[in-house]
Every structure is written in C-alpha cells, then in structure tokens.
C-alpha cells in the first residue's frame, strides 16, 4: 500500500474510527486524539497489514486497544471514594 492509498483511506476511515469509539462509549473530545493515534500507529505498523480491504477494522481494533488502555489508566487514577458505609 502506497502513502497515497494510505492517505485516501485515512479521509474517511478516520470519521469511522471516531465514530466507531464513541458506540464503545468513548468521550466525544477523546475520540478524535484515539483515532488519530490509531491511524498513526497503523502507518507505522502498515508492513503487519495481511489484508489491505481490512485496514479500517484493523484500525478500529488498534483503536479500541487504545481505548481501553485509557480507561484502565483513568480507573487506576481516579481518587479513592469515602465509603458510603464507612465508619467516621
């Protein structure tokens, strides 16, 4: 696949990469940063493609991989709740 079919692809690949992150339930200001970050990382990794009528799911699941690497960082930061039952 040439730099060329890879940018053609990316024009309206990427709108359905956003859109696929937000039906798995990413923030609307989020998704955007994930599928460009997906479709950079495709680039990069293009020479693992094994079929090129793929390459969009195949970016959607770089995506969701992203995706959820993120929720599990925010879940490991996200402060400590008081217990509703806890004894004070």
Do not use: C, K
Not at 5 to 18: K, L, P, V
Not at 32 to 60: F, H, K
Not at 67 to 78: A, D, F, N, P
């Amino acid at each position: 696949m040439t730099r060329e079919q890879y940018g053609d692809i990316y024009q309206t690949g990427r709108e359905r990469t956003i859109r696929f992150l937000l039906s798995r339930g990413a923030a609307p200001g989020l998704a955007p940063d994930i599928a460009q970050s997906a479709w950079l990382r495709g680039w990069e990794r293009l020479s693992q493609l094994r079929d090129p009528q793929m390459i969009v799911t195949w970016i959607n699941s770089i995506a969701l991989n992203q995706y959820r690497r993120v929720i599990r960082s925010e879940r490991l930061h996200q402060e400590l709740q008081p217990s509703v039952h806890g004894n004070t």
